[in-house]
């Protein structure tokens, strides 16, 4: 009987993944007995060290040969590279449920052998960074599947790092995918990304102190306690969710990043009013990370915050109080929030390779996993099969009514002009130094500077 075996090598995160026959192994050693004990002695030569990522493979089913003797065809090894937190060998119930998907997958396929390795996200030795540093010297050393997040994936687009998936797959053509995972698939008109995993702003709350969670500006407003967020978020995304959920356009005609004055003046209004009742305090200016806010709200200044998602979803356990989450308030309540995630992009150069690594991306989307994976590993799902997989009632609510309303925020380029612009006047605004109007029409004019 076949089984896998999981193995990391010691120069890098890596895990290898290959699969032994005992019976080949059994004759194999047979033949190295009969072999010594009958030819003439030679020396015995040093040991050398086996490379982890060299590993003997069976002959695959079905493989070619040209007459008797000759090797087996060479198995196809699909390099996968993925972050710390989606490591399938991590020991938690969702490495165990994707370790159990590249089974299956592997299990079909047995001319194909998966290689694993782990990277750190970001910084040197990242998976961007690897990855251009591969393709400019090793283009051997080449992923052939990479999970990346959607700032990342615009980022390699960008250099030509990843290849789109047109004309290898239609499954993003299937029914049940959510609006948001369709366009985190997309750049432009071309699918560069299998959609796995996502993250949306939600609002999370205490219901020990605060029994229903307010839907709209005007019941944050009443509340009068503090409502967490990070005002000073480069990115500004909760203001920029609360412009887009008013209507507020972010594109010109041209491409170009705008605001519009009227929509935006609007928001600027609903936290003018929110600073003065003190439900948005000027302290909130020294808050520009989530990691921040979250600190904040764990230690009880406030019993409400706007977070992520998957950070909720990851993080709950650590609260020293029970914490439940809600969609985020908008102008008139209508569900509405901006979201992020994970996709499988493909990087090999090799058009074989591409086609097999499609397969596989499209192995570790299936509905039917997912929707297992995703409640384990605490993200939003991308397929509305995926909240039924939920065991807890209100989550399967929640994250079902979140995917519904999101939409994905707005790729890198315009974020770097509109967050800088919102960010600017909604510290001045919450300092009570601009009057909404005025902030405004300054955060809509610094984008118009050449």
């Known amino acids: 009987m076949d089984s896998w075996e999981w193995e990391q090598a010691f120069t890098a995160p890596t895990l290898i993944l290959t699969m032994h026959s005992k019976r080949f192994f059994l004759i194999y050693l047979l033949a190295a007995v009969i072999l010594v004990s009958c030819g003439p002695a030679q020396p015995t030569p040093a040991a050398t060290a086996t490379p982890a990522a060299i590993q003997a493979s069976p002959t ?86 990479i999970a990346l997040p959607r700032p990342l994936l615009e980022a390699a687009a960008l250099k030509g790092l990843v290849y789109s998936y047109d004309g290898l797959t239609a499954i993003m053509d299937q029914d049940g995918w959510y609006s948001y995972a369709q366009q985190l698939a997309h750049l432009q008109s071309s699918i560069f990304g299998l959609p796995f995993a996502g993250d949306a702003l939600v609002l999370v709350y205490r219901p020990a102190t605060l029994e229903t969670p307010p839907g709209n500006w005007a019941d944050v407003t009443a509340l009068g306690s503090p409502l967490l967020f990070s005002a000073s978020d480069p990115e ?9 959920s008013a209507g507020g356009p972010i594109q010109d005609e041209q491409g170009r990043p705008t605001l519009d004055q009227e929509t935006l003046a609007q928001v600027f209004s609903f936290y003018r009013q929110s600073a003065q009742s003190g439900v948005m305090p000027y302290w909130l200016t020294q808050y520009e990370t989530e990691e921040q806010v979250w600190a904040a709200f ?49 990087a090999s150069p090799d058009p074989l390779h591409r086609q097999v690594s499609a397969e596989l991306a499209e192995h570790l989307v299936d509905p039917a996993f997912l929707a297992q994976w995703t409640p384990a590993a605490g993200y939003l799902p991308v397929h509305q099969t995926t909240p039924e997989g939920w065991s807890d009632a209100s989550l399967r609510s929640l994250t079902g009514r979140v995917a519904l309303s999101a939409r994905l925020t707005p790729s890198i380029d315009l974020l770097s002009g509109l967050g800088s612009a919102m960010r600017t006047a909604v510290v001045q605004v919450l300092k009570q130094q601009s009057d909404a109007n005025v902030a405004a029409e300054a955060a809509a004019a610094q984008l118009n500077q050449p």
Do not use: C
């Open 60 to 145: 695959p089913t079905g493989a070619a040969t040209q007459g008797p003797g000759a090797e087996a065809a060479s198995p196809l090894t699909l390099k996968l590279w993925l972050p710390p937190d989606f490591d399938p060998n991590s020991n938690t119930q969702a490495s165990e449920l994707l370790r159990a998907q590249l089974d299956t997958f592997a299990a079909s396929h047995p001319d194909v052998r998966l290689e694993v390795r782990v990277k750190a996200l970001e910084g040197p030795g990242g998976l961007l960074d690897s990855l251009y540093a591969a393709s400019a010297a090793a283009p051997l050393a080449l992923p052939d599947l």
């Open 236 to 244: 500004a995304l909760f203001t920029l969710a609360l412009y887009q």
């Open 298 to 346: 764990a230690d009880g200044q406030a019993s409400m915050a706007v977070a992520w998602l998957g950070y909720y979803l990851n993080h709950a356990g650590t609260l020293p109080v029970i914490a439940t989450a809600a969609p985020i308030p908008t102008a008139d309540g209508t569900p509405y929030t901006l979201a992020t995630g994970w996709v499988w992009a493909l």
